[in-house]
């Protein structure tokens, strides 16, 4: 289901921004849409909080992430250090050059699980499970 959450624009005027947190089995996906952040709700990080679970998978889609600024990768990796935390695992998967780039200039590549799409995290995923739990690499 998309979740709603506004942001105000230079002029003063509300933008309506859009995400949606989609659960099956022990995987979260929560795909962002339009700009990521100082401005980015607190909302979505409430919600996150009450599904995080040992052994979740949060999976964050920046396909349609239009911007992002050094606050909001901030706040991503506040949302990822809390996952951890939990005992669960934290991956951006989908961005676009320009994120990427953000990422990179900011020095948070090492910190960032980053997966170019979400199928090569979940082949990650399956082809570890065959694995000894203690072999797992991605946390």
């Known amino acids: 289901m998309l979740k709603n959450f506004t942001e105000k624009s230079l002029d003063g005027g509300d933008i309506m921004k859009q995400y949606e947190m989609v659960q099956s089995g022990d995987l979260i996906v929560t795909s962002l849409n339009g700009n990521f952040d100082f401005r980015s709700s607190g909302e979505l990080l ?20 239009d911007f992002i600024d050094s606050a909001g990768l901030f706040l991503l990796l506040d949302i990822k250090r809390f996952v951890n ?34 199928e090569d995290f979940l082949a990650k995923v399956a082809k570890e499970s065959l694995a000894s739990p203690a072999v797992r690499s991605w946390r």
Do not use: Q, T, W
Request: hydrophobic fraction near 45%.
């Open 46 to 65: 409430e919600e996150l909080a009450g599904c995080i679970e040992p052994n979740k998978k949060v999976i964050f889609n920046m396909e349609h992430v």
């Open 85 to 118: 935390l939990n005992r669960a695992v934290f991956v951006l998967c989908n961005s676009n050059h320009y994120v990427d780039k953000v990422i990179e200039r900011v020095g948070l590549k090492s910190e960032m699980n980053l997966f170019e799409k979400i």
